[in-house]
């Protein structure tokens, strides 16, 4: 889809979205000019904002939110006063008798919510992370720093990531013997998962996934499920050959796709210090490190990452 359509489209759908908000609440009594209320949410949320954060939050122009902000000024539900340190800038911040006000409706506000969770859910049950991620995306310019790549990129059009099947179970010991011996030793645990996948992954809630590029496998990774709420990256290998093609990247993303489509809370992983490349690419995805965790099943040295899926 053309950039300049999809982000015309997003736009109108969250015009939308505030409206029929705005609508709701004025069929209850309560009558909020319907970009009142986000502003509103954002100094509950955030504290003390300037106009111009307000404006850029809420992608509305300067005199827009200006006129928001007076609007909420003369009905005593905000507070605004020049900067200490900056006489250049205004902030805004929400009074006693404003707070009072949005109680009143936090419980429409909440059944709002509720209901909208409801109909994304019905969409797909991975759109809030997804939108997470655009909105991430979107805040670090990434289409730019991307497209140089993008313009050049051919083989990924004929990769494919697929789900465990049996007849590329051997590529799955195959790739992860390969990285596992350039760089450390196999170990017992690695040959428990290795030879077993099926047993150790695949009957225990998770999967495996694997990456084809012209039919021929590349790339593997597995999401165990370690309890109802928290599943594991592991055991994700590209061969060398094809690495650079940002197929860990998709292997990676399927994963996390994964995990969402099944109402896990957090994805972690543990990988070596060593392997600069790989923490990189788990960083962008939103991974943190988590000091002070071991993983006792492994001699070799890891560091601990988790991808917190529900904020």
């Not at 900067?83 to 805004?92: E, F, G, H, I, P």
């Not at 991307?146 to 799955?172: M, N, Q, W």
């Not at 010991?173 to 596992?180: F, K, M, P, V």
């Amino acid at each position: 889809m053309n950039s300049f359509l999809f982000g015309h489209k997003l736009k109108k759908i969250g015009e939308e979205l505030i409206s029929q908000t705005s609508q709701i609440l004025n069929n209850t009594g309560s009558k909020w000019d319907k970009r009142s209320i986000p502003v509103l949410i954002t100094l509950i949320e955030n504290g003390v904002s300037s106009i111009n954060e307000l404006a850029s939050s809420h992608g509305m122009t300067h005199p827009a939110i200006v006129q928001v902000v007076n609007k909420l000024a003369a009905k005593g539900f905000i507070s605004v006063k020049k900067s200490k340190t900056d006489k250049r800038k205004t902030l805004v911040e929400i009074s006693k008798k404003g707070r009072a006000e949005m109680n009143k409706i936090d419980p429409i506000i909440e059944r709002i919510g509720e209901s909208l969770n409801d109909v994304i859910n019905l969409i797909d049950s991975s759109l809030p992370y997804s939108i997470k991620k655009l909105e991430k995306a979107v805040r670090e310019r990434l289409l730019l720093k991307t497209i140089s790549e993008k313009l050049g990129e051919s083989a990924s059009k004929e990769l494919r990531i697929i789900p465990f099947d049996k007849k590329y179970k051997v590529h799955f010991r195959r790739l992860n013997y390969e990285w596992l011996k350039k760089y450390f030793v196999v170990e017992d645990e690695d040959e428990r998962i290795l030879n077993n996948p099926e047993r150790e992954i695949i009957n225990k809630g998770g999967e495996i996934f694997f990456a084809l590029l012209k039919d021929k496998v590349v790339g593997t990774v597995a999401v165990c499920k370690l309890n109802p709420s928290t599943y594991e990256l592991s055991k994700m290998a590209v061969t060398e050959e094809v690495q650079g093609k940002q197929i860990g990247k998709k292997l990676a993303l399927t994963s996390i796709g994964f995990a969402v489509d099944n109402n896990a809370e957090r994805l972690v992983l543990s990988t070596n210090v060593k392997l600069t490349a790989a923490i990189n690419l788990y960083k962008s995805l939103g991974f943190e490190i988590v000091p002070n965790v071991d993983d006792y099943r492994y001699k070799r040295e890891l560091i601990y990452m988790e991808l917190n899926l529900v904020e």
